[in-house]
């Protein structure tokens, strides 16, 4: 073996071996570790945040579809089959549980608190009141009986 090679693996391992080699590389693996840490978080509150924008646009378009109901109803022309609205009522009271439980889940990891849930009020028409018959005259009633 040469010399050279041999005083080259002595200078290698002098600075492998140094004890400032050894803590910058601890230092090193303490930052990469905390930032993969910190990146790790900052995408779950990401993902919490794009639940909680997901929650609000379907609720938005909830109450945007009942209005239109609403109006679409309060139409005086014959309607067609709710088949749609039937659906999407199934599709929405099968899940409505368990988006429910992910949403107060992602709030709490967000630290927001609950919205207020206001009730919708669907508007009725009211029934057109019975107009009363008037009586038959009386003399009428005599003259069929005789």
């Given at each position: 073996?040469?010399?050279?090679?041999?005083?080259?693996?002595?200078?290698?391992?002098?600075?492998?071996?140094?004890?400032?080699?050894?803590?910058?590389?601890?230092?090193t693996?303490?930052?990469?570790?905390?930032?993969?840490?910190?990146?790790?978080?900052?995408?779950?509150?990401?993902?919490?945040?794009?639940?909680?924008?997901?929650t609000?646009?379907?609720?938005?378009?909830?109450?945007s579809?009942?209005?239109?109901?609403?109006?679409?109803?309060?139409?005086?022309?014959?309607?067609?089959?709710?088949?749609?609205?039937q659906?999407?009522?199934?599709?929405?009271?099968?899940?409505?549980?368990?988006?429910?439980?992910?949403?107060?889940?992602?709030?709490?990891?967000?630290?927001?608190?609950?919205?207020?849930?206001?009730?919708?009020?669907?508007?009725?028409?009211?029934?057109?009141?019975?107009?009363?018959?008037?009586?038959?005259?009386?003399?009428?009633?005599?003259?069929?009986?005789?």
């Open positions: 073996m040469s010399y050279q090679l041999v005083d080259q693996v002595k200078v290698w391992w002098k600075t492998v071996s140094d004890q400032e080699s050894l803590g910058t590389y601890q230092k693996v303490q930052t990469t570790w905390n930032i993969l840490r910190e990146t790790g978080r900052l995408l779950w509150l990401v993902f919490c945040l794009g639940l909680v924008f997901v609000w646009l379907w609720t938005t378009s909830k109450t579809g009942q209005q239109l109901r609403t109006w679409y109803e309060g139409i005086p022309e014959p309607k067609s089959e709710n088949v749609v609205t659906v999407s009522q199934f599709f929405a009271s099968a899940s409505r549980t368990t988006a429910t439980k992910v949403m107060t889940q992602a709030r709490e990891q967000l630290g927001l608190s609950a919205p207020e849930v206001t009730p919708i009020v669907k508007a009725v028409a009211a029934a057109p009141a019975p107009t009363p018959t008037a009586p038959e005259p009386a003399a009428a009633k005599t003259e069929e009986n005789a």
